[in-house]
């Protein structure tokens, strides 16, 4: 008896662990030539953008910031950023376990 209760207590403690979701990071780095003023990062397939991340930051030409993601299932993510003249940078399906970004004018919309 005391067996099974210890092998439930251990087999519900594995799911719970395993059901829970992760929280994972992302580097950007601004190469530019303007500052970033919104960054946008969204779940792979969202119908729509989450919050700006940044907030009241601003992510000058020649910067970097690390962004936290907390509380998600899966490592991909679509971002998109906007700059001081309203460009956006747009990537789809960055694998923020794999990768970080550092966004160019090469990668304007």
Same mark, same amino acid.
């Given at each position: 008896?005391?067996?099974?209760?210890?092998?439930g207590?251990?087999?519900?403690?594995l799911?719970?662990?395993?059901?829970?979701?992760?929280?994972?990071?992302?580097?950007?780095?601004?190469?530019?030539?303007?500052? #970033?003023?919104?960054?946008?990062?969204?779940?792979?397939?969202?119908?729509?953008?989450?919050?700006?991340?940044?907030?009241?930051?601003?992510?000058?030409?020649?910067?970097?910031?690390? #962004?936290?993601?907390?509380?998600?299932?899966?490592?991909?993510? /679509?971002?998109?950023?906007?700059?001081? /003249?309203?460009?956006?940078?747009?990537?789809?399906?960055?694998?923020?376990?794999?990768?970080?970004?550092?966004?160019?004018? /090469?990668?304007?919309?």
């Amino acid at each position: 008896m005391r067996l099974k209760w210890l092998f439930g207590l251990c087999l519900s403690l594995l799911l719970a662990t395993h059901a829970q979701a992760d929280n994972y990071f992302l580097t950007i780095t601004n190469s530019t030539g303007f500052d #970033i003023l919104y960054a946008y990062v969204s779940p792979e397939h969202s119908d729509e953008w989450e919050e700006d991340v940044l907030g009241t930051d601003i992510l000058e030409d020649g910067a970097s910031v690390r #962004i936290t993601l907390q509380g998600y299932d899966s490592p991909l993510f /679509d971002v998109r950023l906007v700059d001081e /003249d309203d460009d956006t940078y747009t990537f789809w399906g960055v694998n923020v376990a794999k990768q970080d970004l550092e966004v160019t004018l /090469d990668h304007l919309d």
